[in-house]
DNA sequence: TGTAATTCCTCTAGTCACTAGAGCTTCAAG
DNA sequence: CTTGAAGCTCTAGTGACTAGAGGAATTACA
């Protein structure tokens, strides 16, 4: 039997987040000692690790749920398994699309400050017209 | 003069983030009609413009701030606003980096999927064994 | 000038995924 | 048997909005 604090230890999730997944449902409310603290066994750690994993990745609340459910029907087809991870895979391309989108931008604006004060700043002008850009942002 | 309609529609800026921007005190409350509905100049069209621009940028709330006050100093030296940019870019090219590790591992997951139910599928697998991992993420 | 459609107003509350703090109780070690 | 860490519940705050209720003002057109 694992205490709040063990499981924190060995998932790298913090306390209060446990107790946050357990009241959005996304872990069962475990036992609790004489004295009404949690205890938890080797079963709860391995789904605080999968939550802890698939949020790494970026998942969301929503598909960690449904994720969850899947794993606990090992017998169904994993399509849908298949289509949340495909997704999220998009997702973050989109992100990092638009991430060196805006890398590119900064690093022009960034770069080329020459001015000494803030009236001829390049930050600051380039912040002011849109029409300075050289690719559209956003 | 323009109603806060216009300028939404100008500068792309929702109507409601308008009116919250006013709350947060990032542009100034404007003059209102008599039926007490804002009425903004070209001043303000100008600065909302540039919120919009800086937040698309990624840069925060207390960045577009500082940097507001810096262009109403244009004596000033604008060390401070390069310095603004630069840690901008900084973040980004870090969220790059994280988004492309997750990237990777997700197109391992995603991609070997052989099984046909959830039960060997690799997905599930995957999130279940964090020791399946090449990379460490997060 | 009338009226209908659109836009505007304020206010509260919700989003996401936590995080922080107050004030109290229980547990484990020495 | 005491002390200090760890646990408990509850409320509220984060960032940057977004949604909705319920009502008032403005605008377009007949």
Redesign the pocket.
Known sequence: MF??????RRTG?????????EQMGLVAAPE???????RYSRQELDRLAF?RHA?DLG?????IRALIDLSGHPEQPCGHADRIAEEQLLSVREKIARLKRLEAELERIASCCGGKTVGDCYVIRALSDHALCTDEHG
Chains 1, 2 share one sequence.
Not at 33 to 38: F, L, M, Y
């Open positions: 205490s709040i604090g063990d499981l924190s999730v913090k306390v209060p987040t446990i107790r946050y997944y609790r000692s004489e004295g009404n603290q949690r939550i949020r998942f969301g609340v929503e598909d």
